[in-house]
């Protein structure tokens, strides 16, 4: 668990950091005796940058730490947008944060709803959907 619930027996700042520091002794012994191989080298940063990325993750879609103007600027409370304008919030959050590809996806809120799809994404009812937006547009 990234995050055990505090008061956790076992689990204090400086178990965690003692943790961290063996770990990194046990890389550091490992690595040593095999100089020269960049593999290793690679797949322990990717690892790490991996654990740093779920560390962060948490804080990054939090989205109601956002201002109430931001929250009112992405439409988050509106039933028929604001599932599209959370992705756009959480896109730019995480290209804030350093992320290098993020792929915004408009299509599997209303994967079970008997009305029209807001979006082209269709694939209960092609001649409803379908047929209502090439009229609309």
């Known amino acids: 668990d990234l995050f055990p619930p505090k008061g956790h027996a076992g689990v204090s700042p400086e178990s ?3 943790g961290l520091g063996f770990l990194q ?7 040593s005796r095999r100089e020269g191989n960049t593999e290793l080298d690679a797949r322990i940063a990717a690892y ?3 654990a ?6 948490p804080e990054a879609t939090h989205l109601r730490g956002e201002t109430p103007a931001t929250q009112r600027l992405y439409a988050l409370d509106d039933p028929d947008i604001g599932p599209f ?8 959050r995480l290209v804030e944060r350093g992320v290098r590809f993020v792929q915004i996806y408009c299509g599997a809120e209303n994967t079970t709803a ?3 799809r807001p979006n082209w994404d269709s694939h209960e009812d092609l001649v409803r959907d379908h047929g209502y937006w090439g009229r609309v547009l």
């Not at 740093?52 to 993750?57: E, G």
């Not at 304008?85 to 730019?92: M, T």
């Open 16 to 18: 965690d950091r003692a």
């Open 25 to 31: 002794h046990l890389n550091d012994r490992h690595r």
């Open 48 to 50: 790490e940058l991996a």
């Open 52 to 57: 740093r990325l779920q560390l962060s993750a």
């Open 85 to 92: 304008g959370r992705q756009c919030l959480l896109a730019r």
């Open 114 to 116: 008997k009305e029209i």
